[in-house]
């Protein structure tokens, strides 16, 4: 299982699981662009590098799926899928290479209107990590 979404009163939850942190993270950043634009398939014809910082994991992962929303807004980006990621656990840093599209070339409706702390937790395993996301809707 890559991800999957869980029963929610008003929001849209979800778990996104991997091997490592960065597989765990990247997983997120699917339920994320599915939350977003379903199941259509998103090409990756542009490339973008992200950078984001947290004072833990749970600030980190905010930080990094917040970005896409504001990747979206703000330069009409629509994330495809993560190509390349790298987590700094002693300083809580985060970098990756993500591809995606131009917005504005599907059809879909963003009803995400940001990432919370609401239920969030993430848990390290020696074999699986997991994640846990709310998102406002």
Known sequence: MKYKFLSHTADV?????GKTLEEA???????LR???????????????KISVKGKD??????????????LLDADD????????IKIDKNKFKL????LGDKAS???FSNAVKAVTYNEMFI?????????????DV
Do not use: C, M
């Open 13 to 17: 939850k979800f778990q996104a699981e």
């Open 57 to 70: 994991f749970e600030s980190l992962l905010y930080n990094f799926l917040e970005e896409f929303l504001v």
């Open 77 to 84: 980006f629509l994330v495809s899928k993560v190509k390349d």
């Open 25 to 31: 993270f990247s997983n997120a950043v699917l339920a």
């Open 105 to 107: 070339d599907y059809k």
């Open 123 to 135: 848990k390290v395993d020696k074999n699986k990590n997991t994640v846990q996301v709310v998102l």
């Open 34 to 48: 599915e939350t977003i634009a379903g199941k259509i398939e998103i090409k990756g014809k542009k490339e973008k």
């Open 95 to 98: 970098n990756a290479v993500v």
